[in-house]
């Protein structure tokens, strides 16, 4: 029938890191990428019991919980125009005294909007911190959920030249003033990074002592870092180095290294740094292939995660995708980032995720966060790119042994994108006077979408309380 004649053809149009986590482990799997049924898809009846948070914006998703909302546009220095989300209070606390109140904020991960924080009804952290006391900022980095620059315009090349370097150096640091601004403190309680949220954290408070500072506490969540480069360490530190670098030679590349060593056709010249990367290398479709295509005319540098018919609204294909093809869903997110159990997560909420997910990125983007998961530098251009970028034919290091703010480290012992070993080994550099805690045993999605949410949420609020002493 014509619902099972779509089953192995919808996965085109679900999700980006099912494509990630099962072309690592499936070598066959874009074969099914040679066919395109969306058409089909919307001949099937209309789903029930539509969540009518489909249809809203995040504001509205706010709003309808209790909670206000304000809409914030920060601008980088490089002219980036982000979208901000403020929760300046909870339900029970109309106190909007702004000298009084400690602010959190929190960033997502890759191909994620911050609305990746709002999807599990009253058990999203935002809220929860909100009711706690805390003035709560969801800070989109660049291009998400819509490209915007006070100059260029979408089609323009400079829109998709960046990596999360660039979000690290710019994004957060001008978000974090811009709310310090506003709220006329001198520092920010807290930042929480979340997957590419976490690897941004760590960048930036490892290569900006000036923005650690005005941070009491970064709480990470499954960020995907390798080995800080020797010329971190001093002679009397040289032993360490050479201790990690040994562990890490034992271990296989991780996932999302692999992925791109293969998908971005750099699997020999990217062990030899011999290559040479510029706006040029992705003109060739085979560069990254399985990026679904940015709307026409953009360039080919922007990875989209997500593609449907321009005549039907993406909530109409979030409905329907997200009713017929469950499963799919849920093996989409076992899969790609570990379940304990396929139903330890609130399925209703998948056409609202689906809405908002997976989101803008860019090529060399993905491809730093690959090459950063075993060399924790700024993105590396080659020997020849080096040198135009840096006028040194290696990237600046980012030393994770000189971190400059206090840190609770989450990871996930199920994690297939980021795997534990490796975040053990990326702990295992951090400054111990810096490292606070470490919390082990979740899940990547679980954390957001996981029926016991609310007490991850709840171990964070007790971080909060024994590093800040609120």
Known sequence: NSKMSLKNNIYIYILFFFTLSSCIFCNNFLDIFNTNHNEDLFKLPYPPHVDPDINRTVCQIIRDKGYPCELHSPVTRDG?????????????????????????????????????????????LPYILADEGYDVY????????????????????????????????????????????????????????????????????????????KYDVFVSMCGGVGLSPEQCYEDSEKDKYHDLKEQYDQLEDPPILQFVKKFGNLDESLDKNEFDISLDSFDDEESFSFCVKCPEGWPKTCCAGIVVLSEIPR???????????????????????????????NATRLPVLATHWPNYSTKVNLLHLGMASS????????????????????????????????????????????????????????????????????????????????????????????????
């Open 375 to 470: 060399n924790f530098t700024m993105m590396n251009y080659g020997r020849i790119g080096n040198m135009k970028h840096y006028n040194n034919p290696y990237p600046p290091p980012y030393c994770l042994n000189k971190f400059s703010t206090k840190i609770a480290y989450f990871d996930g012992e199920m994690d297939k994108l980021i795997p534990p070993k490796f975040q053990k080994l990326a702990l295992a550099q951090l400054p111990k006077d810096k490292l606070k805690h470490v919390v082990q045993e979740l899940l990547y999605y679980q954390k957001f979408l996981g029926k016991n949410g609310q007490s991850i949420h709840h171990i964070i609020l007790v971080l909060f309380g024994k590093i800040l002493f609120v």
């Open 138 to 213: 969801i800070i989109n980095s660049r291009n998400k959920p819509i490209p915007r620059h006070q100059y260029l315009k979408p089609n323009n090349p400079g829109m998709w030249n960046w990596t999360f370097d660039q979000i690290a150096e710019y994004d957060v640091p001008d978000a974090t003033d811009y709310i310090l601004n506003l709220t006329g403190n001198t520092k920010m309680a807290g930042l929480i990074g979340h997957s590419q949220g976490a690897t941004v954290g760590l960048a930036m408070f490892s290569q900006y002592p000036e923005v650690g500072a």
């Open 315 to 345: 909530q109409e294909w979030a409905i329907y995708s997200s009713y017929y093809f469950s499963s799919i869903w849920q093996d989409i997110i076992c899969l790609s980032s570990g379940c304990s159990s396929p139903d330890n997560y």
């Open 80 to 124: 980036f125009i982000l979208t901000v989300w403020r929760i300046p209070y909870g339900k029970n606390n109309t106190n909007n005294n702004n000298s009084v109140k400690k602010s959190v904020a929190l960033h997502a991960g890759f191909m994620c909007s911050g609305a990746f924080f709002l999807i599990n009804y009253d058990q999203t």
